[in-house]
């Protein structure tokens, strides 16, 4: 096991993951949960939460890139995986190699597979992902006939269908029901009950079981954090957040009233203050933008005081405390809590940000 020196952590709660992916299980019936583990499992730590998931069952995995796909094979993660994103010709015949599953995101793309398949290695494995409306990447849901035509005069295997949803976080609206209605229809056209059908995230997995399809894929809410607050108010079963972040004061003294904190002279301390120093800054993805922002000592709330500087930042405590002490920054604290999500408001972001912006430089311990 790798030592650390610096009392700077993320502990991941794998078993909040687990509770979270059981939640998904029992809200989508006979719809298998698809483990959304990009990005380093959303910054939670891709290998950790892969093997977690298929200990509790998960047969699938879905990646962004074929390097994070190739990654979990490295890793000798036996699920199917399927890159959600774009796949160049050079991956091709790993993917048939490797038995991974690809997005088959455009005629054109279709095109270059088709050229770029080794006919002497198994078929290539692909799902449609067909355009509905978010703009980004698929095929256009016109075009889905003449996609099926080109599938099957190459050496592809077509396993799958999805789409992806534009505004499934918000109140109904046009969008959302206009796609909805055109994965429908192109789920009839093709009418092949043995392809798999995913076009759930996280908001409609929670909010639309009926949307379930043959598999939903859940990505921010696998780690206890709702995708926007209109699908936390009106999530029906509660997430346990998964990711804590914490550290220890290293260094405390009393500065004078009128002195001021960090760089710029930004915090001018009203009265004789007790200032804490902290081992975490900007360069492990606490942003500068944070300063203001609470953190908890011994279950109290204390402020980030003046700017956060790369390493280190300084807090301002009701009383002396030793060196030592122990910070939560993220998570539970004596009944306190502060939430991936208040951060997220008080950048004026998403929570998706926040945890994928804790930098390498922050380990990742498991518990
Ligand atoms: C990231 C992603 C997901 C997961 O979305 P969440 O909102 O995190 O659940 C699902 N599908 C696609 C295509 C994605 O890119």
């Known amino acids: 096991m790798t030592e650390y020196y610096r009392p700077t952590k993320a502990v991941i709660d794998l078993n909040a993951i687990q509770k979270n992916l059981q939640a998904f299980k029992e809200r989508s019936g006979k719809a298998k949960v698809i483990a959304v583990v990009k990005a380093d499992a959303y910054g939670h730590g891709m290998v950790e939460v892969a093997e977690k998931a298929l200990e509790n069952g998960?047969?699938?995995?879905?990646?962004?890139?074929p390097d994070e796909a190739l990654a979990?094979?490295?890793?000798?993660?036996?699920a199917n995986i399927l890159v959600m994103g774009h796949t160049p010709a050079a991956f091709i015949p790993v993917a048939q190699r490797t038995g991974i599953t690809v997005a088959a995101i455009s005629l054109d793309w279709l095109l270059m597979a088709g050229r770029a398949i080794d006919p002497d290695l198994p078929r290539l494995k692909i799902h449609l992902k067909i355009d509905t409306g978010m703009r980004r990447v698929g095929v256009q849901a016109e075009e889905a006939g003449e996609a099926l035509r080109m599938v099957r005069s190459r050496f592809f295997s077509l396993d799958g269908i999805f789409t992806h949803f534009a505004t499934a976080d918000e109140d109904q609206n046009d969008l959302f029901q206009r796609q909805v209605k055109t994965i429908a229809s192109v789920v009839e056209e093709i009418n092949d009950p043995a392809l798999m059908v995913h076009v759930s995230n996280s908001a409609a997995a929670s909010?639309?079981?009926?949307?379930?399809?043959?598999?939903?894929?859940?990505?921010?809410?696998?780690?206890?954090?709702?995708?926007?607050?209109?699908v936390e108010n009106n999530m029906p079963f509660d997430l346990a957040p998964a990711l804590g972040l914490e550290t220890e004061?290293?260094?405390?003294?009393?500065?004078k009233a009128g002195e001021t904190i960090s760089y710029g002279a930004t915090y001018r301390c009203e009265q004789d203050e007790w200032i804490a120093t902290l081992p975490i800054g900007y360069a492990d993805g606490m942003l500068?933008?944070?300063?203001?922002?609470?953190?908890?000592?011994?279950?109290?709330?204390v402020p980030i005081v003046g700017r956060i500087c790369m390493d280190q930042c300084m807090i301002r405590l009701p009383e002396k405390m030793p060196?030592?002490?122990?910070?939560?920054?993220?998570?539970?604290?004596?009944?306190?809590?502060?939430?991936?999500?208040?951060?997220?408001?008080?950048l004026g972001?998403?929570?998706?940000?926040?945890?994928?912006?804790?930098?390498?430089?922050?380990?990742?311990?498991?518990c």
């Open 323 to 346: 060196v030592g002490e122990k910070v939560q920054l993220i998570g539970r604290q004596a009944g306190a809590q502060i939430r991936i999500e208040e951060w997220a408001e008080k």
């Open 249 to 255: 004061i290293i260094h405390v003294k009393q500065v």
């Open 58 to 65: 998960v047969e699938w995995l879905a990646v962004a890139t």
């Open 207 to 230: 909010l639309h079981p009926e949307l379930a399809f043959d598999a939903v894929r859940v990505g921010i809410s696998l780690y206890g954090i709702a995708p926007s607050s209109y």
């Open 349 to 366: 972001t998403i929570a998706y940000e926040i945890p994928v912006n804790l930098t390498k430089r922050v380990p990742r311990i498991y």
């Open 288 to 301: 500068r933008g944070l300063q203001g922002q609470e953190v908890l000592v011994r279950g109290a709330r």
């Open 72 to 78: 979990l094979v490295e890793r000798k993660i036996r």
